[in-house]
């Protein structure tokens, strides 16, 4: 259907991001918060002391993050969560 016809349309450079990332696994809230304090510069221990949780509960979810977001390294996580607006600086 057409535009005039109530419809919405994507431009196409828009259509083909989404639908590169239309599989992703979303981000747990917890994992959005451990990526947020990666971004802050914060280390694994730094993060496990912030959230009252353990350091391999961190590496844990660092891991899932790189996993969920197909990133290489965390600053890799960091900047593909700022580029699809998963988190702010």
């Keep these: 259907m057409p ?3 109530g419809q919405k349309r994507i431009p196409p450079d ?23 304090l990666i971004a802050s510069g914060n280390s694994n221990k730094m993060i496990a002391d912030l959230l ?5 509960t961190v590496k844990s979810h660092v891991a899932n993050i790189l996993s969920k977001l197909g990133a290489n390294d965390r600053a890799h996580a960091v ?6 607006g998963v988190i702010e600086l």
């Design 52 to 56: 009252s949780i353990g350091e391999a």
């Design 14 to 36: 828009i259509a083909a991001e989404l639908a590169e990332h239309a599989t992703d696994d979303a981000l747990s809230s917890r994992e959005i918060e451990v990526l947020r």
């Design 79 to 84: 900047t593909i969560g700022l580029k699809r």
């Design 3 to 5: 535009v005039h016809e």
